[in-house]
């Protein structure tokens, strides 16, 4: 018996030393860093403009994550009606319109000139669709602890396409989501969307707003939360499809809005 345990206790020995090993060897991993590429965001809506457009460079995994804000752009956006509209700068990559608004029904061109590449993106604003009302409720998580949550509810008009998403406001504090729906499911009937937003308090101002998009802007946004949220992905990351040619990172959305402010009861 004493020497099966003088055994064991080497055995024992043994594997810790390999297990200390391993978990101090130092590993140098070989990380590589993708080509930077143009960031291009911008939004047209039915609301009175200014309207804005980024234009940026991604950084590269070794460098801290900032907004690398491209001063040399030219940005354009224009009208199937005939308006065109040279952006001015603001700040270092951002770019706002002077005469430009939008009209429900339009489509709009976006022309970003940028490091000697023209990029070009189309959308098209879609007639708004009014919230009906804005609902709470209360959850029990796991832990027991309880959580408000909002509710947009819309009825969505039968029998023609329609996509979606919404952004909120809390007390002006605004929160956002890459989350869009479609109406795939749900043609002509009244729907609920949750709305993006952390914590709830009752007494605080709630701004929630209705985005209706293009099929396009949809379909990025719809990829985007697939890939942030890693479901039914591939293993190697990859960008969501977006409407900028040639493809780059970004998107390019002309939508109408639907607003709806209330307080939290």
Known sequence: MC????????L???????????????????LKDAS????????????????????SESSTFAQPILFNGIDSAIVIISDNAGNIDTLTKVYSGIFITNTLQGVVGRTYLLTVIADGATYNATSTMQAPVAIDSIGFETSVGFSGRESLRAHCFFRDPAGMRNFYKIESAIN????????????????GKLRSMNVPNDTLIPGDTLDVN???????????????????????????????????????????????????TVIIP
């Open 3 to 10: 020497h099966l345990n003088k055994i064991l206790f080497l």
């Open 12 to 30: 024992l020995a043994a594997a810790m030393q390999w297990i200390t090993i391993s978990c101090t060897e130092k590993i140098d991993l070989k």
């Open 36 to 55: 930077p590429k143009i960031v291009i965001e911008g939004r047209v809506t039915d609301a009175p403009g200014p309207y804005y457009v980024a234009v």
């Open 172 to 187: 002006s504090k605004k929160h956002l989501s890459n989350e869009a729906s479609s109406d795939r499911l749900w043609d």
């Open 210 to 260: 209705l985005l209706m998009l293009d099929e396009n802007v949809f379909n990025y946004f719809d990829a985007l939360e697939d890939i942030s949220s890693g479901f039914n992905q591939p293993a190697a990351p990859a960008n969501p499809p977006s409407n900028i040619v040639p493809q780059t990172l970004g998107y390019f959305s002309a939508h109408s809005i639907s607003k709806q």
